[in-house]
Nanobody, 118 residues
């Protein structure tokens, strides 16, 4: 059974940093394009970034320069390093794996809550 599990969500103050982890099991992530998404209450799920199998990453303007995606294929794990966090970054963060087409992914994690508040 293929499974992806996110961890690392927490309550953090504005301007703070946080690292999220997405670990896969039952498959080898090295073959996949992977991504991070987030969904805030009352809002649609939105992309946070995508990382290709070779390690090249792409980000939307909303997080560019603040968020960094990386991956360690040997550990079957993807990371999201977030800095200069803002209250608008508050959301449930999800990892996704195996991009099938435009915004369509084969696998999703269950999500981890990030709350940015003083």
């Amino acid at each position: 059974q293929v499974q992806f599990v996110e961890s690392g969500g927490d309550l953090v103050q504005p301007g703070g940093s946080l690292n999220l982890t997405c670990t896969g099991s039952g498959t080898i992530i090295g073959r996949y394009t992977m991504g991070w998404y987030r969904q805030a209450p009352g809002r649609q799920r939105e992309p946070v970034g995508t990382i290709m199998a070779g390690g090249t990453a792409f980000y939307p303007n909303s997080v560019k320069g603040r968020f960094t995606i990386s991956r360690d294929n040997a550990k079957n794990t993807m990371y999201l390093h977030m800095t200069d966090l803002k209250p608008d970054d508050t959301a449930v963060y999800y990892c996704a794996a195996d991009l099938l087409g435009s915004e369509t992914w084969r696998y999703w994690g269950q999500g981890t809550q990030v709350t940015v508040s003083s």
